[in-house]
């Protein structure tokens, strides 16, 4: 039980520093991690993208479709 709590007030503290959330979107975000059954820090960090174009999600080089074509009819 005293785990329990403390990760609920892991969780609240990264939503409050680190997301800058209000009351209704903490709460929103708690029950949501709950059901999925992961920290909100994790969630956030592996399930929600952004816009944030330094960090890109996804790689145009990775698994290029020209790449994988010239490898596979010129061998």
């Known amino acids: 039980m005293k785990s329990n709590l403390k990760r609920i007030q892991n969780d609240i503290a990264f939503c409050i520093d680190e997301l800058n959330l209000d009351d209704e979107m903490i709460g929103e975000l708690?029950?949501?991690c709950e059901?999925?059954?992961?920290?909100?820090?994790y969630f956030m960090?592996?399930?929600?993208c952004t816009d944030d174009?330094?960090?890109p999600v996804h790689d145009p080089e990775y698994l290029s479709i020209r790449e994988?074509?010239?490898i596979y009819y010129t061998d």
């Open 45 to 48: 960090n592996e399930f929600v």
């Open 68 to 70: 994988v074509n010239r």
């Open 30 to 32: 708690l029950r949501i």
């Open 53 to 55: 174009n330094s960090d």
């Open 35 to 41: 059901d999925v059954g992961v920290s909100c820090e």
